[in-house]
């Protein structure tokens, strides 16, 4: 196998992975607030974090295609 296309499929399943780790921890959270899920500041930063993080990787694995 070419090592470039090789590599490209490592890339992409390794973002998602990443995504799906993200997913999961945005998941924790909505569970530890729930039922209102009201959440503070600092979960609010950690929360738009991860979803940034997992928005750049699935922007990566679209650019991929």
């Known amino acids: 196998m070419d090592p470039a296309i090789k590599q490209r499929n490592k890339q992409r399943v390794d973002q998602t992975f990443r995504v ?20 503070d500041e600092a979960r609010k930063e950690n929360l738009l974090n991860k979803i940034k993080k997992a928005r750049k990787a699935l922007d990566g694995i679209e650019a991929s295609l």
Request: charged residues 40%; hydrophobic residues 45%.
């Open 20 to 39: 799906i780790d993200l997913m999961e921890d945005i998941r924790d959270i909505w569970r530890e607030t729930a039922p209102l899920q009201e959440i």
